[in-house]
Nanobody, 123 residues
Framework: QVQLVESGGGLVQAGGSLRLSCAASGRTFSMYAMGWFRQAPGKEREFVAARSWNGDITYYADSVKGRFTISRDNAKILVYLQMNSLKPEDTAVYYC????????????????WGQGTQVTVSS
């Protein structure tokens, strides 16, 4: 069982930066791939970034590539999403998720989800 709690969301102006954190509980955290998703009002949840359990594989949605960076600290059981050059279209609730798959490819591949943290980017 893995429990996830996101933090770090808030209000930021366009062009600014935020760092989201995801604190995980569970002794087997290091064996899970970790991902970030987001959901804007009236839209479906969409993939943002993911990192394999050992950090060797990292991938991003095209919309955030070059601006966002996912990282993880297995010793501290934390996952981060560094978001730079934020745009109003990045406004959404951001969710952290854990997957038993090596390279999860869809929301259905994730086994555990956090409650989300709101990110609002003003123009």
């Amino acid at each position: 069982q893995v429990q996830l709690v996101e933090s770090g969301g808030g209000l930021v102006q366009a062009g600014g930066s935020l760092r989201l954190s995801c604190a995980a509980s569970g002794r087997t955290f290091s064996m899970y791939a970790m991902g970030w998703f987001r959901q804007a009002p009236g839209k479906e949840r969409e993939f943002v970034a993911a990192r394999s359990w050992n950090g060797d594989i990292t991938y991003y949605a095209d919309s955030v590539k070059g601006r966002f960076t996912i990282s993880r600290d297995n010793a501290k059981i934390l996952v981060y999403l560094q978001m730079n050059s934020l745009k109003p279209e990045d406004t959404a609730v951001y969710y952290c998720a854990a997957s038993r798959r090596t390279t999860p490819s869809s929301p259905d591949d994730y086994n555990y989800w956090g409650q989300g943290t709101q990110v609002t980017v003003s123009s």
